[in-house]
C-alpha cells in the first residue's frame, strides 16, 4: 500500500522524475511561443510552433504507448527522457524557424509519450492494488513542479530579458529527470500489500 510504497526509493525517484518533466512541460506551454517572438520571429510563428507540438504530442501518445507495451513502461520512460532532454539540449542553439521546429516537433513527441506512460508505469513499480493512489501523489509532485515552472521561467525572463539562462534551467531540470528515473532502477517492487 502508499505507506510501503512511500518508503521506497522508487517511489521518490518517480516523484522527482514528475517533478521535473513536469517543470519542463508546463513552462514551455507558457514560454515557447514567447521565446519564439523574443527571437525576432513573427507571432504566427510562434503560434505555429504550439500547433507542432500540439500534433507532435499525438504521435508521441500513440508510439510511446505501443513502445510501452513492447519494451515496458521503465524502458520507454527512460527513452523518452532521453529524447526529452537531448530536445533541451537542442533549444539552447535553436533560432532559425525550421530548428525550433524540430525543437517543437521533438519535444511535443516526448510531451504526449510521457502522459501515455505515467500510469504504466506507476502500475509496473507497484502494482494495482493501490495505483490510483500512488499515482495521484506522484502526479501531485508533478504539479507542483508545473506549476512552479513557468513561474519561475517567467520571473527568470523578466530579470534577465530573455530566455537564455531560463532554457539552460529547463535542461537542468530535464537533466534531473532522466538521473531520477535511472535511479528508481527498473522491475516491479513486490509488497506484501501491493498486489
Known sequence: ??????R????????????SV????????????????????????GAAM??????????????????NDKMGSWRA????????????AWLQAAREPWALGLFAAVYGFCHGGFYTLISPLVAEFFGM???????????FCGGIGGSLGPIFIGSLYDALENYQVSFLL??????????????SGKGRIEFSQIG
Open 1 to 6: 500500500m502508499l505507506r510501503e510504497a512511500a
Open 8 to 19: 521506497s526509493r522508487q517511489f521518490w525517484m518517480l516523484c522527482l522524475t514528475f517533478f
Open 22 to 45: 513536469f517543470f519542463c512541460t508546463f513552462s514551455i506551454i507558457v514560454h515557447f511561443a514567447p521565446s519564439v517572438v523574443d527571437l525576432g520571429q513573427t507571432t504566427t510563428v
Open 50 to 67: 504550439i500547433s507542432i507540438i500540439g500534433g507532435a504530442s499525438i504521435g508521441g501518445r500513440l508510439i510511446m504507448g505501443a513502445a
Open 77 to 88: 520512460t527512460v527513452v523518452c527522457i532521453i529524447i526529452f532532454t537531448t530536445s533541451f
Open 129 to 139: 492494488k493501490s495505483h490510483g493512489t500512488i499515482l495521484g501523489i506522484i502526479v
Open 170 to 183: 529547463l535542461l537542468g531540470m530535464a537533466a534531473v529527470a532522466m538521473i531520477a528515473i535511472l535511479f
